[in-house]
């Protein structure tokens, strides 16, 4: 048997989210798929972070085990060729069994992308958040600071989160502007659902000026999910980078251009 680890790139705007469910169109499902394909057995894959309906990935990781012998070229180009045009695997690589694509990380980073402009985009709507009204990004980035560090995210996280723990640790969070984008960045050991799409709905109302820097001590103290706003859409998420321990030294992901790599 052998395990094998997987980069995954996906547009996620038309898939009902990660996880594989019965007649829905799913980034799982349509993997296993393609894999199973591949393998001329049934596969299942384990990743390392699920996403939502409507979220992207340029760094999904995902590992399998398998009895078929196949080479690396065949789970990558082979797969490919049974993978609609919206997902990519990127890389393959053969790890020992003690690799968990979920387990064995040590942070997961994701990138929000916010088109900031009063006339919105056709080319972009399924791949930013357009946002109309004019933000502060240095603003945005003073209020988050505050979330860096180990903290209770009980006011970030849905009603729906299956987590035992509402304790998170941020590692980093940025905001910048490059022209009419606003991105951020968050890096997190792992995240509660809805976690990123619910701090980009606080950042939001503080750079339009709606609520103050200080807001966002006052939410994490409150602990009450009812104080954090908004929801932020998944059309401008990515989950761009998985960071495993030195032992898995994997591609890191390419990032489009159109997605301001810095």
């Given at each position: 048997?052998?395990?094998?680890?997987?980069?995954?790139?996906?547009?996620?705007?038309?898939?009902?989210?990660?996880?594989?469910?019965?007649?829905?169109?799913?980034?799982?499902?349509?993997?296993?798929?393609?894999?199973?394909?591949?393998a001329a057995e049934p596969i299942k894959i384990l990743c390392a972070g699920?996403?939502?309906?409507?979220?992207?990935?340029?760094?999904?990781?995902?590992?399998?085990?398998?009895?078929?012998?196949?080479?690396?070229?065949?789970?990558?180009?082979?797969?490919?060729?049974?993978?609609?045009?919206?997902?990519?695997?990127?890389?393959?690589?053969?790890?020992?069994?003690?690799?968990?694509?979920?387990?064995?990380?040590?942070?997961?980073?994701?990138?929000?992308?916010?088109?900031?402009?009063?006339?919105?985009?056709?080319?972009?709507?399924?791949?930013?958040?357009?946002?109309?009204?004019?933000?502060?990004?240095?603003?945005?980035?003073?209020?988050?600071?505050?979330?860096?560090?180990?903290?209770?995210?009980?006011?970030?996280?849905?009603?729906?989160?299956?987590?035992?723990?509402?304790?998170?640790?941020?590692?980093?969070?940025?905001?910048?502007?490059?022209?009419?984008?606003?991105?951020?960045?968050?890096?997190?050991?792992?995240?509660?659902?809805?976690m990123v799409r619910n701090i980009v709905g606080v950042l939001l109302r503080?750079?339009?000026?709606?609520?103050?820097?200080?807001?966002?001590?006052?939410?994490?103290?409150?602990?009450?999910?009812?104080?954090?706003?908004?929801?932020?859409?998944?059309?401008?998420?990515?989950?761009?980078?998985?960071?495993?321990?030195?032992?898995?030294?994997?591609?890191?992901?390419?990032?489009?251009?159109?997605?301001?790599?810095?």
């Amino acid at each position: 048997m052998t395990r094998v680890a997987l980069g995954i790139e996906y547009d996620g705007h038309e898939f009902y989210g990660w996880q594989a469910q019965a007649e829905l169109y799913t980034v799982q499902g349509t993997v296993e798929a393609a894999l199973s394909t591949i393998a001329a057995e049934p596969i299942k894959i384990l990743c390392a972070g699920r996403t939502d309906a409507g979220v992207h990935a340029t760094g999904q990781v995902v590992h399998f085990d398998t009895s078929a012998i196949r080479s690396l070229h065949a789970w990558t180009l082979g797969t490919n060729t049974h993978l609609p045009p919206t997902i990519a695997v990127r890389w393959a690589q053969e790890v020992d069994t003690e690799f968990h694509a979920r387990f064995s990380a040590l942070s997961r980073r994701y990138r929000y992308v916010i088109y900031n402009s009063p006339i919105r985009s056709a080319i972009l709507a399924a791949r930013v958040t357009w946002y109309p009204y004019a933000l502060d990004a240095e603003g945005m980035q003073a209020a988050a600071i505050h979330l860096l560090g180990e903290q209770d995210f009980s006011a970030f996280r849905s009603s729906q989160c299956e987590s035992n723990t509402p304790m998170r640790n941020v590692h980093e969070i940025k905001v910048w502007r490059e022209d009419t984008y606003v991105i951020i960045e968050i890096e997190a050991n792992a995240f509660l659902h809805h976690m990123v799409r619910n701090i980009v709905g606080v950042l939001l109302r503080i750079g339009a000026g709606r609520e103050s820097i200080n807001s966002v001590q006052k939410i994490l103290a409150s602990k009450d999910r009812r104080q954090a706003f908004e929801t932020a859409s998944a059309t401008g998420l990515y989950l761009i980078h998985v960071h495993y321990p030195e032992a898995y030294l994997f591609p890191r992901a390419e990032i489009p251009p159109l997605f301001l790599l810095r």
